[in-house]
């Protein structure tokens, strides 16, 4: 994942609490609870992990594709 270190507004530092908001999140709890749990108050910091996502999860079916299609 491409998670910036620290947030682009108020230079707080998000980086390290990624991976354990993902775990929760996967867990089944709400984003907005996990954001409470790690202590991510501001909503310029919040935005930087409800905005952030997998590039590759959503390129592969392209590039699956096109493998496919070249074997043809």
Known sequence: MLIPIRCFTCGALIGDK??????LVDKGMKPAEA????GIK???????????F??????????EAVYRKREE
């Open 18 to 23: 990624f991976y354990e908001y993902k775990a």
């Open 35 to 38: 954001l409470d749990k790690l």
């Open 54 to 63: 997998e590039p590759i999860d959503q390129m592969l079916p392209y590039y």
């Open 42 to 52: 501001r909503y310029c910091c919040r935005r930087m992990f409800l905005s952030a």
